[in-house]
């Protein structure tokens, strides 16, 4: 059987991998001059494979339609994806937050066991290929694809062409425009895992660069006085707002939720960031008061260098309100409780997301309603498999967007009607 698969991303190389092994006969139509490009930028460069996490907790994991996904991740799992890197001759490690990475810290030498095992199998890769079209008869029957240089004919196609993000790597949504054709609808597409602009402008331009390692968030509705969203981790100021892992998890969350365009609008929605979250409010004042006891005769503006920070002193000064050239020793309970306070509810309000170009995956995309979960295999024409980041599912940081990959690819690399 012929088949042809659309995008060389890490979906598209497996199901092709996948198909090959099966006995068919595949080509896979790529439309950069390379297979995997977005792959190589995954994890800062290092490739975050995917999470080490038992895989009942992946779907606890993916806001975007999770549970469409359960039978995709019982077939193929984190633990199958590790397996096959190792075959290939590529160790991986495993790092905090259960996320798994190969132990090289190089994500090209992910992609090398793909396209090793690719040119093993003889699987034919067409570069610079653009397709214009999918190609079906009167009965919604797969025939093959056009391209800027012809018709290649296939009995089977999988439209592997990722979301909208990153468009510099070839995520230019072209595969959202071959689905419309044939009848598919395409959900709202957004950013999603993207960095988060902030009000406070005077706020960023301080802390720009400012890197935040174990600190604990939650996002607010301060219309309804509800949390939306919590996390623990790392987060960086930006020239615009906030980024680092944590806010980008948050945004998956934030971009679901209800009304969210005109809560921003508003100014209702409230990023409150924990700066000591290991410390309870009574033991951060008693932290704060030891440091104040030991610096008693230096001006409150020169108190605070051995618990925060040098770049966010100034803006937890401003904050608090307490006169910068006041003594220590003449600061009250009151003002002292306040700063605590303060470190426990660092307050920011969130105005946007930054856009889709900037984003690492898509929210949104082919509905699941018009895809067989158990095959990938479209609900409108037969012969038709989804798979990637262009079918409407995404998850959080942590490696969960590329298991849905490897999981989805293989699946739809199974052919199955």
Known sequence: MKVAIIGGGPAGMLSAITAKEKGHDVIILEKNNQL???????????????????????????????????????????????????????????????????????????????????????????????????????????????????????????????????????????????????????????????????????????????????????LEDESKNKNIYEDFGEMLFTHFGVSGPIILSSSAHLVRYKEIENLLKEQKIKLIIDLKPALTEEKLNERILRDFSEEKNKEYKNSLNKLLPQKLIPVILEKSGIKYNKKVNEITKEERLKIVKLLKNFELKIQNFRPIDEAIITSGGINIKEINPKTMQSKIISGLYFAGEIIDVDGYTGGFNLQIAYSTGFVAGNLEE
């Open 36 to 218: 995997g490009k977005k792959l190589l930028i995954t994890g800062k460069g290092r490739c975050n494979i995917t999470s080490s996490l038992n895989i009942d907790e992946f779907i606890k994991n993916i806001p975007g339609n999770g549970k469409f996904l359960y039978s995709a991740f019982k077939r193929y799992t984190n633990d199958d994806i590790i397996n096959f890197l190792k075959k290939e001759g590529l160790n991986v490690k495993e790092e905090r937050g259960n996320r798994v990475f190969p132990v090289t810290d190089k994500s090209l030498d992910v992609l090398k066991c793909f396209t090793k095992k690719i040119k093993e199998l003889g699987i034919n890769v067409k570069y610079n290929e653009n397709v214009q079209e999918i190609i079906i008869n009167q009965n919604n029957e797969i025939q093959g694809v056009k391209t800027q240089n012809g018709v290649i004919k296939a009995d089977k196609v999988i439209l592997a062409t990722g979301g909208k993000s990153y468009p510099l790597t070839g995520s230019t949504g072209d595969g959202y425009i071959l689905a419309k054709k044939l009848g598919h609808t395409v959900t709202k597409i957004k950013p999603s895992l993207v960095p988060l602009e902030i009000y406070e402008k005077n706020i960023c331009k301080q802390l720009q660069g400012l890197s935040l390692k174990n600190v604990k968030i939650r």
